[in-house]
């Protein structure tokens, strides 16, 4: 019989019962041997820790790149949660490139105060909000659409990456005539709205702001990404110049979006063996508080560090399997962190510009405690050929390996790892295996699947300080 991982709710499993062993620890693993924080940068762990698909080149198929990157890019262009631990995965997380392009809008609207005329800025008002409305209406289409041309290229056996077949389609079926009118309106407003700010400014600080809201909507910060894996666009060949032709606007095959760079190439990601750690916890592991100090609040006392998706019966036997737990043995072939250089569009010494500083309400949203932009990514954390060992002062009486294994239906979750289905595995992300004797038990995936397995992260803490200050200014004005 298969498991479904649906079938059941996925649940903590209480860990050794004489053991001080935290999320903690594995906190303070990662940040040693991968993470290499710089000032004001955090370690943020991710609960979901999902695999990523990224390859070397192919055979005579043709390449991986593009569909490499985007894999690393929508995990880098995403809204980091204030907080220790995440356990949100990518569906529903806004872009931080859009975020980003909100903040830039608001700060600028301070500095055209001063040289623009109120029906110019009432104007400017005007075209970011309909260019706003325009993206929300553009992205609306693009899910519509990709989601639409995936189920007719399954039902009628087309390859998702055939654009003769997809265009065929899309004229018929598809919104390529929406898309098209929405990204001529959107051209036409973004140029009026460039040409209406870009002037000389007093302040050099001023200047680079309105620059930096000139480069925000500049269409060469850009690029179509494939949303599939290159080789299925043959006999159309997916390079650099192709992309670059396109038409910005996302749809069913491509994704528009703001083009983001790494400090390593696709090959030393896919065989680093930088940061390969092999670590032990036992009973006489002490119980560490890294996160508490770092954080200020405890990612511990909230999430388990290990969890199953299991029926009550199956939860209570794992759960008193795990009480007689005696070790933990974690080891990966690489940790490391791939460092991601936004491009020129953003600026995040902006970030401390002294509008923030002078009116902090209206930055709140972006830079308070629930913030939005208050910390951004600056590194995925990725972990190569990940596995853990448990030790047992008993046998295991639960068949971990019918249960948990790739056939199995997977559910087993460690350190946000998740020993997944056969449905969670791809060209480039191998099966795991669950290996089980008397007294141990081993999860292990294969040597070349990467996980995400968290962010470093780089804090802005302008708004508070100046939030302070006002407080105090307030508290001890002259009555």
């Known amino acids: 019989m298969l498991y479904s991982f649906q079938e059941s709710p996925i649940q903590d499993v209480p860990f050794g019962t004489a053991m001080q ?6 906190y303070d693993l990662l940040k040693a041997q991968a993470a290499s924080l710089n000032t004001q940068e955090f370690l943020q762990l991710k609960l979901v820790a999902d695999p990523v698909d990224v390859s070397l080149p192919l055979n005579s198929q043709g390449t991986y790149e593009w569909y ?170 997916i390079n650099l110049n192709y992309l670059l032709g396109l038409p910005h606007v996302s749809t069913a095959v491509f994704d528009d979006r703001y083009a983001f760079n790494f400090d390593q190439s696709l090959d030393l990601i896919k065989t680093s063996q930088v940061g390969a750690f092999s670590a032990k916890y036992d009973r ?14 405890s990612g511990s006392a909230r999430w388990g560090f290990i969890k199953a998706s299991a029926s009550v019966t199956e939860h209570q036997q794992i759960t008193e399997d795990f009480k007689k737990a005696t070790e933990i043995k974690l080891s990966s072939k690489a940790a490391f962190r791939v460092g991601i250089n936004y491009g020129p569009w953003f600026k995040p010494n902006l970030f401390k510009s002294k509008y923030i500083k ?36 008993a046998n295991w009486s ?58 470093a992260v780089k804090k802005n803490k302008v708004w508070t300080e100046a939030s302070e200050r006002s407080f105090n200014n307030l508290k001890f004005a002259p009555q």
């Open 284 to 297: 006489t592991t002490g119980n560490s508080s890294s996160i508490t100090t770092d954080w200020g609040s």
């Open 398 to 455: 639960f068949d971990y390996k019918k249960r948990f294994s790739a056939s199995g239906g997977g559910g087993f979750r460690v350190f946000g790892i998740n020993f997944g289905g056969k449905s969670n595995y791809t060209r480039d992300t191998k099966e795991h295996k669950v290996d089980q004797t008397s007294t141990t038990l081993n999860l292990s995936d294969d040597e070349n699947t990467i996980r995400f397995v968290g962010y």
């Open 21 to 26: 062993t935290s999320l903690n620890n594995y």
């Open 358 to 393: 002078e009116q902090p309400d209206l930055f709140a949203e972006f830079f308070n405690e629930n913030g939005s932009l208050l910390y951004y990514p600056t590194a995925l954390i990725l972990i190569r050929g990940f596995s853990v060992e448990f030790s047992s002062s």
């Open 68 to 237: 490499s990157y985007y894999n690393l890019l929508k995990r880098s262009d995403l809204e980091i949660e204030p907080g220790a631990v995440s356990g949100t995965g990518e569906v529903g997380v806004a872009r931080i490139s859009d975020i980003y392009g909100k903040f830039i809008n608001r700060l600028s609207s301070l500095v055209v105060l001063q040289v623009l005329t109120p029906e110019e800025q009432k104007k400017k008002d005007q075209l970011e909000t309909e260019l706003d409305g325009l993206q929300t209406q553009m992205a609306i289409l693009a899910n519509s659409d990709f989601s639409a041309w995936r189920d007719y290229a399954s039902l009628r056996g087309y390859n998702f990456g055939d654009m003769a077949a997809y265009n065929q389609y899309s004229s018929a079926y598809g919104v390529a005539s929406k898309m098209e009118r929405l990204m001529r309106i959107k051209i036409n407003k973004t140029f009026e709205l460039i040409k209406l700010i870009n002037k000389t400014y007093a302040s050099a600080d001023d200047q680079e702001i309105i620059n930096a809201t000139v480069d925000y909507y500049n269409s060469s910060m850009r690029l179509c990404y494939p949303t599939y894996p290159d080789y299925t666009y043959l006999p159309t060949i």
